[in-house]
């Protein structure tokens, strides 16, 4: 009997490139949540519900005193809509790398001659293409349905939403982090209500700061989102809160750059 030899796993991954297998790794990520209806329907219908719950609720409330003369308060709110989608595509990226550490995809991909951060990358890259798509569902939906008309241009436009898929992929590493620490989907789930809540409300999200109590201003001042919203909204209205683009993206790039070294760190821990 001839007895067929199984092959190695270097000889499956024949001196593959960081590159290749940060590809090959984040198509495998966008397979399975394509592929999963669940993750498919409520991924479409989360963006949905922000928007029109936000948008719907907050409109009828009136406007604040500082409130920016001639913009509607759907123009308003809707760069905080996107910054808070891309706050929860994020958090599905650490959910998604608990995922992978539970049903045991990461202990098979330890096995090959595999980067470990390549797992990592992937799995942020695909947080990011999830982002997108939920962007451009928003996107949609805003022009289409609620007659969304920024001020600021087209160019403008595709910048603010391109430094709100930034912010995403920033924190998408601080979740990563806390999943590759944590590995369990409840507590990451309760560090998500924990972290999101507050910080969306404490920042300029839904009205100006001037017009939030003082003790909440404060922490609006400090608020990390708070710099993303005012850009990603100065770009899209064109309205005064530009000065705020380097603070975001220099909050963000130290954002990605220490979630990613505690995410390895913490993917280098043992596979229970």
């Known amino acids: 009997m001839t007895v067929t030899p199984t092959p190695s796993p270097r000889a499956v991954w024949p001196d593959s490139s960081v590159l290749l297998q940060i590809r090959v790794l984040t198509a495998r990520s966008l397979r399975s949540m394509a592929t999963d209806p669940g993750v498919v329907l409520f991924g479409l219908l989360q963006p949905v519900v922000i928007l029109f719950v936000l948008t719907q609720v907050f409109s009828k409330m009136g ?49 090959l001659p595999i980067v470990p951060s390549s797992l990592l990358i992937a799995r942020s890259l695909a947080g990011l293409v999830r982002g997108a798509v939920q962007a451009v569902v928003i996107l949609l939906l805003a022009f289409g349905v609620l007659g969304y008309a920024p001020d600021g241009g087209a160019v403008d436009l595709a910048a603010s939403v391109g430094l709100t898929l930034f912010m995403s992929w920033s924190l998408g590493w601080a979740f990563i982090a806390a999943g590759a620490w944590l590995r369990r989907a409840e507590p990451m789930q309760n560090l998500a209500v924990i972290a999101v809540l507050p910080l969306m409300f404490a920042s300029s999200a839904y009205m100006p700061v001037e017009d939030l109590p003082g003790w909440l201003a404060a922490v609006a001042g400090v608020n990390p989102l708070t710099y993303a919203i005012d850009a990603t909204r100065a ?23 220490v979630g990613g070294a505690l995410a390895v760190l913490g993917f280098r821990r043992p596979v229970q």
Do not use: C, M, W
Request: aromatic fraction near 4%; proline fraction near 7%.
């Open 63 to 111: 406007e604040p005193p500082h409130f920016p003369a001639g913009i509607t308060y759907l123009d308003f709110v809707l760069s905080a809509v996107l910054v808070d989608n891309a706050v929860q595509s994020a958090v599905q990226s650490g959910v998604g790398l608990v995922d992978d550490l539970k049903n045991g995809v990461v202990a098979r991909l330890r096995s």
């Open 235 to 257: 770009l899209a209205l064109g309205i005064p809160g530009s000065d705020a683009i380097v603070p975001a993206l220099v909050i963000g790039g130290v954002i990605a750059a």
